[in-house]
């Protein structure tokens, strides 16, 4: 059995066998998401969540440093979600023509996927990440979709994507 150095231990303040409170800094899964005051096992805290600093031994300073943590990233949150409310009421209704080669029976060659969307959505000057763009299955026919953008997990704005054929000379 190993046996804990004497600086180890009062680096931690413990001693053998006991439980101890800590502040979750980030989520741990299956045991508490960020910001839980929970007690653990001894070596649990001392050989995996302090070092990898995961969680904070539950003190009255470390107490007022996640508090401001908390509030940081709450002020944060908001801001992202009033600007992306923002950019959902711009987004919401648009529409976008894009214009590809096709052949017989109105079939394109090749594909419309998410990534042509948000260049083109680029183009008109609104930046969405192509992962948010949610498409089925890439568009291979030429007419009218409706294409939804999930933004947030609330916020779902939807756009008119038209396929047009491309001209030829």
Known sequence: MVKLSLRRRMKYNLSKGEI???IFLQD????????????????YARNLLLPRKLAVLAKSSAASIL???QKAIERQHTRMQSE????????DGKEVVLKARAGAQER????????DIAAELQNIGLTVDKKKIELEEPI?????????????????PKIKVTVAAEETS
Not at 28 to 43: H, L, Q, Y
């Open 67 to 69: 508090e401001a943590q």
């Open 28 to 43: 741990v899964p299956n045991v508490a998401k960020a910001g839980e005051i929970k007690e653990v096992a001894n070596g």
């Open 140 to 156: 291979r026919q030429l007419g009218n979709y409706e294409v939804t953008i999930r933004l947030t997990k609330d916020l779902i």
């Open 20 to 22: 101890m409170k800590v």
């Open 84 to 91: 992306m409310s923002e950019l959902a009421s711009q987004i």
């Open 108 to 115: 394109l060659f090749g594909s419309i996927t998410s990534a």
